[in-house]
């Protein structure tokens, strides 16, 4: 079981919005940056969002995201059938000696 | 920046494993930079396995009990994963990624990946 915590599927049609949720604690999202990661089948991830919010270059505008509290969320806007692959969150845990933690995994379909 | 795994495809249960990550593009010895491992078992989630930095300074997921050890080789430019006493849940996809200052700490270049099954 993930640390933190993602809908294990989520689902739009071409152009519509969709929103990827991520449930931590205080001592993971409530303390430390977001990262979210997209991950197509049998590729590495790839950085999509960093400090909770920021895109690196070459990110499209159309992937924003979002924190408040211990929670955070992955926008998706225009959506497009290149977009169906799986998302990841992450952050720091505090807890222990510290360590990096992932969310499940948000597979995303496109219809 | 390319990073790339290599090491045994097939060990046996309660071996050693052995992975190396070559890095090209980068400096290993850059001391704002980290590189870790980070695993994927088949059809789940990525599990953080550690990080090293050029100072020596480790930090590993607790969860590995004590069975992980990563290590930098500046002279090859390559950081290795060392996990013992292997099982079958330790089969996986292993990563090596680098985490940057750039992106406040997050992975920005990853390697593709290798597979590693262990059994009998």
């Known amino acids: 079981q993930s640390v933190l915590t993602q809908p294990p599927s989520a689902s739009g049609t071409p152009g519509q919005r969709v929103t990827i949720s991520c449930s931590g604690t205080?001592?993971?999202?409530?303390?430390?940056?977001v990262y979210w990661y997209q991950q197509f089948p049998g590729t590495a991830p790839k950085l999509l969002i960093y400090?909770?919010?920021l895109r690196p270059s070459g990110v499209p505008d159309r992937f924003s995201a979002s924190k408040s509290g211990t929670s955070a969320s992955l926008a998706i806007s225009g959506l497009r059938s290149g977009d169906e692959a799986h998302y990841y969150c992450?952050?720091?845990?505090?807890?222990?000696?510290?360590?990096?933690?992932f969310g499940g995994g948000t597979k995303l379909t496109v219809l | 920046v390319q990073l790339e795994e290599s090491g045994p495809g097939l060990v046996k249960p309660s071996q050693t494993l052995s992975l190396t990550c070559s890095v090209s593009?980068?400096?290993?010895?850059?001391?704002?930079?980290?590189w870790s491992w980070v695993r994927q078992a088949a059809g789940k989630g990525l599990e953080w396995i550690g990080r090293?930095?050029?100072?020596?300074?480790?930090d590993y997921n607790p969860s590995l009990n004590g069975r992980v050890a990563i290590s930098l080789d500046t002279s090859k430019s390559q950081f290795s994963l060392i996990l013992h006493s292997l099982t079958a849940a330790d089969t996986a996809v292993y990563y090596c990624?680098?985490?940057?200052?750039?992106?406040?700490?997050?992975?920005?270049?990853w390697g593709r990946g290798t597979l590693v099954s262990v059994s009998s």
């Open positions: 990624a680098r985490g940057s200052p750039d992106v406040f700490q997050a992975f920005d270049y």
């Open positions: 205080g001592s993971n999202i409530g303390d430390n940056y």
């Open positions: 593009g980068a400096s290993i010895s850059d001391p704002s930079f980290y």
């Open positions: 400090r909770d919010d």
């Open positions: 992450a952050a720091w845990d505090n807890r222990l000696s510290g360590q990096v933690v």
């Open positions: 090293v930095y050029i100072t020596g300074t480790t």
